[in-house]
């Protein structure tokens, strides 16, 4: 019987067509936050997902807490999928790839989130013309406030576009990307919040260093870069309009600035985006020798 909020077997009022089966290959931390969000989101109904990771007692974990079918075996689990999402290790694509090349229907559309694994790697991996597209996500994804790029291979279609919007905008902000710009988000949003909990760990060390309890610190330090964040996608404003805002005439906040831009603070984080992105084209260059 077709419960009431089984959206996949109502009539889609998007109009796109229902996900039959969806495989989520390699679900560790990213791909379970995956699950949860397609699951959670009601995207397709449990009966339909399947995941796989590479010992039993995860995959025992993941069946009993999401109710899904959970194992080890990839062949089964991509076995007649229409979407198979690939959330491995990037060094262990290749081997999933040649594993299951056998078994994956060629019509299904293969999303991979696997960090500087190209569309194209992908496609020449494969004995087929796949559909593919390519995800970089980031660590907020697991509460459903995530960033994430997405760019399709050469053979995937506006309506597989659409497919991966759905799944991943379960999990947060989606934005369409020519696939040559993945390295400049690999170093911005996916490894950015590195970066910004050092921004937030610093703010809180400033507060204890001025008396604060160290929890309010850091909860005060969070939450400002939150709203902050926030009222930046909110207006629509330039961040230097919103600095000025805060930026009172002989007020304190430009003392604060002053000292920022003579530590370099701009510069620093910068460069901090142009090092990741670097590391991440060497990443794909290895791959492709
Ligand atoms: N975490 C992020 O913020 C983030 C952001 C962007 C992109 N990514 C990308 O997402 C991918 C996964 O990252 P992660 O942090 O989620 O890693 P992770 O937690 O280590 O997850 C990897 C999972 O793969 C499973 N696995 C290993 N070999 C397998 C095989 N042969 N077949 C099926 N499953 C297998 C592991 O199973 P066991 O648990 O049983 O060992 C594990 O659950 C990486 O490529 C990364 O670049 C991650």
Known sequence: MRSKTDKSVEPQRDGHAPLKKLAVIGAGK????????VLGSQLLPVGRVTATVAHQPRADYLA??????????????????????????????????????KDLRHDALLISAAASVT???????????????RAMPNTPCLIRH????????????EADLKIANRVFSSM??????????????????????????TIIESLAEAGVKLG??????????AQTLLGASALVLQSGEHPAKLKDMVTTPAGCTIDG??????????????????????????LVDNQNK
């Open 30 to 37: 990213l791909g379970e936050g995956l699950l949860s969000g």
């Open 64 to 101: 009993e807490k999401y109710g899904i079918r959970a194992g080890t075996h990839n062949r089964e689990a991509v076995s007649g999928a229409d979407v198979v999402l690939v959330c491995l290790k990037p060094q262990q694509v290749k081997g999933f790839l040649q594993e299951v090349k």
């Open 119 to 133: 569309t194209e790697f992908i496609e020449r991996e494969l004995p087929f013309p796949v559909r593919s597209v």
């Open 146 to 157: 995530g960033m994430i790029a997405l760019a399709r291979g050469k053979n995937a279609t």
């Open 172 to 197: 947060g902000r989606t934005v369409t990307v020519d696939e040559k710009h993945m390295d400049a988000i690999t170093g911005l949003s996916a490894s950015g919040p590195a970066y910004v909990y």
């Open 212 to 221: 604060l309890p160290r929890e309010l610190s850091t909860e005060l330090s």
């Open 257 to 282: 600035l002053l000292e920022l831009e003579e530590g370099g603070l701009r510069v620093t984080l910068i460069k901090a985006v142009v090092r990741a992105a670097e590391r991440a084209r060497q």
